[in-house]
């Protein structure tokens, strides 16, 4: 039963436009959320996070936008590079829990 | 720069042979992890140290089994490989302070033959 789920495996977009990442969950106890990105052959890299206090976090070029009565997140890349290709995974915490939920990731391809 | 290391990146293995993989860490992290992630699904977690409490998923197998000797190093003994357990290893840290994120090493990719 996936608790965290990013139900597109993969998508392309062209460089310089924006690039969103979706990510669905089913467990109401989490209450901090994460983007990881992921190269070949790589572990992952931490991106983004966001408390479930608040609806909106920006760094750079990545916003990431939660909806806790829709129990949704999305991740914003503007502009999208090329160097931004990688697999992007979704992971969820819950209060007072060290364990990380991941969903099973997006394959971003941008395209120069 | 401090970070996580796994060692070794590509390790092959004999069907029922035993395994180590191992993992150090130079952040000095309270928590450390072994995750399991096989090709195109989201990665596992096995099981979780805090500081030498280890603890283990409901629904890791016996035959996988950790050890924390100190704080930096963390291994993942696979006492009898079989073809399933063909994955990529992650381990990770983090600190208990704070809602602070998991830091990745680069992974094992176990091959059992």
């Known amino acids: 039963d996936q608790q965290v789920k990013q139900n597109s495996p993969s998508l392309s977009v062209q460089e310089g436009r924006i690039s969103i990442l979706n990510c669905d969950y089913t467990?109401?106890?989490?209450?901090?959320f994460l983007w990881y990105k992921k190269y070949p052959a790589e572990g992952p890299t931490f991106l983004i996070s966001?408390?479930?206090?608040?609806d909106k976090n920006e760094d750079g070029r990545f916003t990431v936008f939660l909806n806790k009565s829709a129990k949704h997140l999305s991740l914003h890349i503007v502009p999208s590079q090329p160097g931004d290709s990688a697999v992007y995974f979704c992971?969820?915490?819950?209060?007072?829990?060290?364990?990380?939920?991941f969903g099973k990731g997006t394959k971003l391809s941008v395209i120069p | 720069d401090a970070m996580v290391i796994q060692n070794p990146r590509y390790q092959v293995t004999q069907f029922g042979k035993p395994v180590t993989l191992s993992c150090s860490q130079t952040?000095?992290?309270?928590?450390m992890y072994w995750y399991q992630q096989k090709s195109s699904q989201a990665p596992k977690l096995l099981f979780h140290y805090y500081d030498k409490d280890f603890n283990n998923e409901a629904d890791t197998p016996d035959n996988f089994q950790s050890r924390r000797p100190n704080t930096s190093f963390c291994f993942l003994d696979i006492r009898s490989p079989g073809l399933g357990d063909a994955a990529m290893y992650l381990c990770?840290?983090?600190?208990?302070?704070?809602?602070?994120?998991?830091?990745f090493g680069q992974g094992t990719r176990l091959t059992v033959v």
């Open positions: 952040l000095n992290h309270n928590v």
């Open positions: 990770a840290t983090s600190s208990y302070r704070g809602r602070t994120e998991a830091f």
């Open positions: 992971a969820a915490r819950g209060a007072g829990s060290y364990q990380l939920t």
């Open positions: 467990n109401s106890m989490f209450d901090y």
């Open positions: 966001i408390s479930s206090i608040k």
